[in-house]
């Protein structure tokens, strides 16, 4: 049997000549199969993500309205629930690699055929395939993330994850901001995205290897407590339509335990689904949702439309949002670990967004694109506070209940997530038409703040001393 945490031979390299790796990789190999996770991950999010820069182009072309793109980008919505049923079990079926590989090739396939689309509808229905392989990949991605980082600070987790999706989005609005003055329309964004996916997908071919079942299997144990349950989870963030919250989860049982206890646990489990607690708390995903994927999927536009810049300067002041969301979550992971305070994190995340969007919404017609992009960069960097904080709290609300029903409550999420793409994509239009962008961003800033309100039901206090949190870092240490 191989020696723990010792390549069979050779170097750093050496883990290329087998088709999994068969030993816990090395500290530095473990990052570099985790920076290719969030490359994969991340392109796939650009994958679906840049339409939003050039919509206005789109829009014109077909002779469409927002309206219309509200109905596809609902549609994608079920098309993407509908594949993360369907494909869920697949990563841990067939492995990790598989499904991290063609998805993002065949996005580039897609996203070529994008670019020739004849009509809206052509266009309307390579988006929802997109769709469905996104869900394929998510699974993977997740499970994957998690076979390598089983140590990490659980929120810190979640802002690993959380990245790949700020720099997908950040790459749609930063590609289109920088070559669209060169490369006008929207049909050069998606051949762009085509190479960016094929290139993308061959690197992860020839680069990662998944860890073996029983590495895999050798990790969680190592990083288990003491009852040998070592939760996981996934974000399931649909094509414009979610950032919500899906499965995938570690919750196991260690070697040697009869059938039937496996039984009675995941019977146990069940009783997060008679939880009046944590049904509130996942309601917590859909305002979010509501407000994030307006961000993602709208707010190019609505700099275009309502304050009149063109489709690279909104894609350029979008980019600020990003930037600093991305730098956002990874402090407010490791302040929600180093503090033990989830509610508080999520809520101070929830009420500034919330501010800034209200603020935002009221400034007038003719603002300075310098003043619009400080406001979203302060945007971005409150809303960093919200994610990666909330997913700590609700797994640990979820394992107060019963610590064999992570995986189940998190579907719960799943489950309620689709009711955001279907409010955003049909609502928003609507409201846009009827009364302005402005009535719709003070919309998505009250969404934030009922994200304040809904986390108090989470389980755990909104202030720990500093005695107790020393404590409980000895503890895990």
């Not at 894609?315 to 033990?340: E, K, N």
């Not at 919404?361 to 603002?367: C, F, K, R, Y």
Request: aromatic residues 12%.
């Amino acid at each position: 049997m191989q020696e723990q945490g010792t390549p069979r031979s050779g170097g750093f390299w050496s883990y290329l000549r087998h088709r999994e790796i068969d030993y816990v990789p090395s500290r530095a190999l473990r990052w570099w199969l985790l920076g290719i996770i969030v490359l994969g991950w991340a392109v796939e999010q650009y994958e679906g993500l840049k339409t939003g820069p050039v919509l206005v182009y789109v829009l014109a072309e077909f002779d469409k309205t927002l309206t219309d793109w509200g109905h596809v980008a609902a549609l994608a919505g079920l098309v993407y629930s509908a594949g993360a049923v369907l494909l869920s079990r697949a990563a841990d079926r067939f492995g990790r690699r598989p499904l991290m590989i063609w998805p993002v090739f065949c996005y580039a396939v897609i996203s070529a055929f994008g670019a020739m689309a004849p009509s809206f509808y052509a266009l309307a229905a390579l988006a929802m395939a997109g769709s469905f392989l996104m869900a394929g990949m998510n699974p993977a991605v997740h499970a994957a993330s998690r076979d390598l980082t089983p140590r990490m600070g659980r929120a810190m987790v979640y802002a690993w994850v959380s990245l790949a999706f700020t720099i997908g989005a950040l790459m749609s609005t930063l590609v289109a901001a920088h070559t669209l003055p060169v490369l006008p329309g929207w049909r050069p964004q998606f051949w762009i995205a085509a190479v960016l996916g094929a290139v993308t997908a061959l690197v992860i071919f020839v680069f990662y290897r998944d860890l073996s079942p029983r590495v895999r299997g050798l990790v969680l144990e190592t990083a288990a407590p003491a009852d040998a349950t070592t939760p996981g989870v996934g974000v399931t963030v649909g094509v414009g339509v979610t950032v919500g919250v899906g499965v995938t989860s570690g919750v196991g049982v260690s070697a040697g335990v009869p059938d039937v206890a496996a039984r009675d646990h995941y019977l146990d489990g069940k009783a997060v689904y008679r939880s009046p607690r944590l049904w509130i708390l996942s309601g917590t995903i859909v305002f979010w949702s509501l407000t994030y994927v307006t961000v993602s999927g709208y707010v190019p536009v609505y700099l275009a439309q309502h304050y009149g810049l063109d489709p690279a300067e909104a894609a350029g002041v979008t980019s600020w949002f990003w930037i600093v969301f991305t730098c956002s979550v990874f402090l407010s992971g490791w302040l929600s670990d180093r503090l033990r305070v989830r509610k508080t994190i999520t809520a101070f995340g929830g009420i500034t967004t919330g501010t800034c969007f209200l603020v935002g919404a009221n400034l007038p017609i003719g603002t300075p694109e310098a003043v619009l992009a400080v406001v979203w960069s302060a945007t971005g960097f409150f809303a960093g506070f919200i994610y990666p904080a909330w997913c700590a709290l609700y797994s640990e609300t979820a394992e107060s209940i019963s610590p064999h029903g992570v995986g189940r409550a998190f579907g719960i999420t799943a489950t309620l997530s689709p009711l955001a793409g279907l409010t955003l994509n049909l609502g928003l239009p609507r409201v846009v038409e009827q009364w302005g962008w402005s009535v719709w961003m003070t919309f998505a800033g009250c969404c934030c703040l009922c994200v304040a309100v809904l986390v108090s039901f989470g389980q755990g206090p909104w202030w720990v001393s500093r005695h107790a949190r020393g404590a409980a870092a000895r503890a895990a240490a």
